[in-house]
């Protein structure tokens, strides 16, 4: 086999390992990524008014006034 040739190979096996390490090392650091913590809802609980302090009673809504909007 002459030199160029050897030389040839030797670099094709070089860029084939760089190739290769490179896609090892973002394979793993896609890996190690962590992800957020799933969901679990809210920490609080919600507020139930029970109906006999409920604000907008039938008398009320028939009172209530409509706010005034802003100029355009």
Do not use: F
């Not at 973002?26 to 604000?55: E, I, K, L, N």
């Amino acid at each position: 086999m002459s030199r160029s040739r050897v030389r040839r190979l030797v670099m094709i096996a070089i860029a084939s390992a760089v190739v290769t390490g490179i896609a090892v090392i973002r394979y793993a650091a896609a890996s190690t990524t962590s992800s957020p913590p799933p969901d679990t809802g809210s920490t609080g609980s919600p507020v139930q008014p029970s109906p006999t302090t409920q604000y907008w009673t039938p008398e009320r809504m028939r009172n209530a006034k409509p706010a005034e909007m802003p100029p355009p």
